[in-house]
């Protein structure tokens, strides 16, 4: 059961902000990275408490049908799974795996927390997005992030709950860990590898357990997309 003040993470395209043209942090390099290039193809997937399932994701199909079930068939589903297909189907779209849709999330003034040759830790309260509902579940949140100082992009995205908290006045959020590791594209931008979400806890005096893992594999650039972001470029 997932209450209705809990909004489902997704790999949902956010806007981005804008940032200064000449990075001084390593976090600043990381979130002023290229958005740009090829489109993919890929396969995805996904294991929730309704489905779990095989897919191919290509964005070169009609919008609506970017999603294309290979395991188990369409047909064989019921219940529950058949309505959480058709929520995939209808909601995935190629643009929604970049890690960089995560910078929306991280605010200004995210602190290091450590730092090896390659890498750079910050920590944060995570910034919501416009939805008041989203905004009281990531209010009492921590969010820490993970990027290159080789070559800046994200590395790694999570977001955890150190105590219980209450979203509503009819609800308690007992546990909460969202973490996102990212892969590099061919053309050098990082994408949601894989991804981990578990949050339970009680609304309307029922108790409720979510959980989802997520893996994207074999990105194919699809013919004619824009290839002007190579690996290193900036």
């Known amino acids: 059961m997932r209450p209705a003040c809990l909004p489902r993470l997704s790999l949902i395209a956010l806007p981005l902000l804008a940032f200064p043209a000449f990075a001084e942090t390593p976090l600043e390099a990381a979130l002023a990275a290229p958005t740009e290039g090829p489109t993919y193809r890929f396969d995805l997937k996904i294991e929730d408490n309704d489905l779990k399932a095989e897919a191919q994701v290509d964005p ?19 219940g529950k799974a058949a309505e959480r297909y058709a929520e995939l189907k209808e909601n995935t779209s190629g643009d929604k795996i970049w890690c960089n849709n995560f910078n929306q999330n991280i605010p200004a003034d995210a602190k290091m927390i450590s730092e090896s040759g390659d890498a750079a830790v910050y920590s944060f309260t995570p910034l919501p997005g416009e939805d008041k509902e989203t905004a009281k579940v990531y209010k009492p949140l921590t969010g820490r992030v993970t990027v290159s100082k080789e070559k800046p992009a994200i590395l790694a995205f999570e977001m955890f709950a150190e105590k219980p908290f ?23 931008r990082t994408y949601v ?17 979510q959980s989802e893992r997520r893996e994207v594999t074999n990105l194919v650039a699809l013919p004619g997309t824009s290839a002007d972001t190579a690996l290193g470029q900036r």
């Open 60 to 78: 070169s199909r009609p919008e609506g049908e970017h999603l294309t079930l290979i395991s188990p068939a369409a047909d064989t589903l019921e």
């Open 166 to 188: 209450k979203p509503a006045m009819v609800a308690r959020i007992d546990s909460f860990s969202m973490t996102a590791n990212c892969g590099r594209a061919p053309d050098g």
């Open 193 to 209: 590898q894989d991804l981990a979400l578990d949050v339970s806890g009680n609304a309307m005096m029922q108790a409720f357990s």
